[in-house]
Each structure stands twice: as structure tokens, then as C-alpha cells.
């Protein structure tokens, strides 16, 4: 069951939704319940032109009985082995404030932050509850030759509490800037990010990545494609941390 709403009221855009779901499973003993609701905000300025801003909010509350691992693989297949069934009960929430300006000289301003909370608990001694602060500025400008030039700073920081890889606080920095230029039918494209990792006080060196790519408007519908790009990963928390 889903349902959604949208609305204005004068200066103020409002849109709010809602998802419920059931799953009993073909598997003994698991199944299955979420519910899940949303609301999408954002005031655009009278007085100043172009200035907006607002938040978006999710949140998620999911709660089951967990299939671990077959009686057996023959007639025992959708049966459970014994004391394998685990139940849990996870929360995700989101909150995202914004506030973006678009100025009459081709440029804008995003700020975008944040906040995401998952917490896991169940009935094996696994609990965790880990916390992600975000937040972006990008400026973005168009020029009359056809050129956008786009630049911005992150920063991502995270904190765990877990029973199943530890306590840690991690931080994410990064920068990054890209121009695309449109000349005819050909629109080329190039851009680069550093990034910078660090767990519980240590530090990774920053990692440099680049990328490039061309469109071209062969015929009425018809485009030709490249792009080449790199990518950088970091392990994540978990993958650091876990043992079970």
C-alpha cells in the first residue's frame, strides 16, 4: 500500500508519500513488514529572486524474522536449521537540508547537508547504530560561449556504534571541478576530485581521479558516446572492522 500527496501553498512546494509492505515468506518462519514515510519541502523566496531552500525527509522502520540457513538441502530446503531463525528490527532516516540561489549571470549556489541514521537491532548480539553527516557547497556557471564550469567542496563524516565490528569515527573530504563545452554538435567534457580518507584519527594521502567524455550529435536522433573515467575506493567501516 503506497499513497501520495503534492501540493503548493503560495511560496511554499510540499510532497509527502507513504509505503506500507508484508512478506510472508515461502521459507518457514521468515517474513517481512516496512513502513516507510517521506515528506519533500522547499520555500522559494519572494523578495529575492532565485533564492530557495528547504529539507527532505525519510524514514523507514523494517521488522522480520531473518532465514539463515537451510535444515537441509534436499526435503529440508524451505525449512530452517535449528536456532538459524534470527528476528530484527532496523530504522533508516534521512534528513536533507538545502538551500540553493540562482543568480541572473548564469551562476548558482547549492549548499546540501545531510543527516542519515541506520540502527540495526536483533536478537544475535549483532546491534549497531551508525550516524553520516554530510555536506556540499557547488557553484555552478554557464558562459555565453557555451561553457559550464562546475566546482565544489565535501565533507562526510561517520560515526559507529556496533557489536559486530567495534566503535569508529571516520571522515570524508573531497573536492572537485568539471568544465563542459558545447561546440556544434560535438559537447566535450572533463573533470577531476581529490579525495581524502580517514578512520579513528589515521589518515590516507589524497587521491587524485579524472574524467573525460564527448557527445556527439551524429544525425536527427542519433548520438555517439565515450567517456573515460577513474574511481577511487576506500573500504568501508565494516569491511575494516567486522568479525563474526
Request: net charge positive; proline share 2%.
Amino acid at each position: 500500500l503506497n499513497f501520495f500527496h503534492s501540493q503548493k501553498f503560495g511560496q511554499f512546494d510540499l510532497v509527502a508519500g507513504g509505503y506500507m509492505f508484508a512478506d510472508e515468506s515461502y521459507r518457514k518462519g521468515e517474513n517481512e513488514q516496512r513502513l516507510r514515510l517521506n515528506a519533500n519541502t522547499r520555500y522559494r523566496f519572494k523578495n529575492i529572486e532565485g533564492l530557495s531552500a528547504g529539507a527532505n525527509f525519510n524514514h523507514m522502520q523494517t521488522d522480520g524474522t531473518l532465514f539463515f540457513l537451510w535444515k537441509n538441502d534436499t526435503t529440508g530446503a524451505f525449512l530452517p536449521a535449528t536456532n538459524t531463525l534470527s528476528d530484527y528490527t532496523t530504522y533508516r532516516t534521512t534528513i536533507d537540508p538545502f538551500v540553493t540561489y540562482v543568480n541572473n549571470h548564469g551562476g548558482s549556489h547549492k549548499i546540501r547537508t545531510r543527516w542519515f541514521n541506520t540502527t540495526n537491532e536483533n536478537n544475535t548480539s549483532q546491534n549497531s547504530t551508525a550516524d553520516v553527516y554530510y555536506g556540499e557547497y557547488q557553484y555552478q556557471q554557464h558562459f555565453k560561449n557555451n561553457l559550464t564550469l562546475t566546482g565544489g567542496l565535501v565533507e562526510q563524516a561517520t560515526k559507529v556504534r556496533s557489536e559486530l565490528y567495534g566503535d569508529h569515527n571516520g571522515n570524508q573530504l573531497g573536492v572537485y571541478v568539471q568544465g563542459d563545452y558545447k561546440w556544434k554538435r560535438l559537447t566535450l567534457s572533463a573533470g577531476g576530485r581529490a579525495e581524502q580518507y580517514r578512520i579513528d584519527g589515521k589518515s590516507d594521502s589524497w587521491q587524485p581521479v579524472f574524467r573525460g567524455g564527448l557527445n556527439v550529435h551524429a544525425l536527427k536522433e542519433t548520438y555517439v558516446r565515450a567517456s573515460v573515467g577513474q574511481g577511487y575506493r576506500y573500504p568501508s567501516i565494516a569491511e575494516k572492522f567486522v568479525l563474526t
